[in-house]
């Protein structure tokens, strides 16, 4: 089982009923203390997101679903000119409580899959709190585009010089000869002076 390390975004549970299907809703402003997201965008630390959580008792913890808004910012993949992209996100995930979880696991001892899945469950903590981070990274990290551009026809950074293609001159080009080339021709030569 999961160490369970103190809660980084936590919520307390206080006023849900143990009963199963007792369930309650919360609407939360959450400050993100680590950004969320990829190499490439994230939502950043410090921002406020506002979420929409229900939290239903079940026999082996609590069922909690979470739903909201962000914005990740980054970089365009092919000129780095900062981008930001806005997304809805909603996941459920079940919270179980320790005890429960340790009978799970020793029943599902023998299927590798099942317990390796449940050995990385999320857990309530003891104080009848939950920790709601890994729930959110779960819900936002899928949201997040793999690659952003600024525009889809983006034609990124002049190899040579750097500049953005889109804000130079049409046709912006540099006229060089191809040190590739110019290896090529001395080779073509040389050839030349053996075949004599
Ligand atoms: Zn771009
Ligand atoms: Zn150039």
Known sequence: MKQVNKAV???ELTGLGSAEGDSKTWQLKVTLPTAIGTVDMTVPAGKTLDLQVLAVAI???VSLSVSGAARAEGFCVRCLQPVDKSFDFSL???YYYPEELAHLLNEVSGDSNVYADLDE????????RVDLEPLLIDA???QIPYS?????DC???CPDCGIMLARAEAGHHHE???PRWSALVDLVKEQGKKDE
């Open 9 to 11: 975004i936590p919520l």
């Open 59 to 61: 026999s082996e913890g």
């Open 92 to 94: 459920s995930r079940v």
């Open 121 to 128: 469950a999320y857990q309530v903590q003891p104080d009848s």
């Open 140 to 142: 936002i990290v899928p």
């Open 148 to 152: 952003v551009l600024c525009s889809p």
């Open 155 to 157: 034609p990124g950074l």
């Open 176 to 178: 060089k000869i191809d």
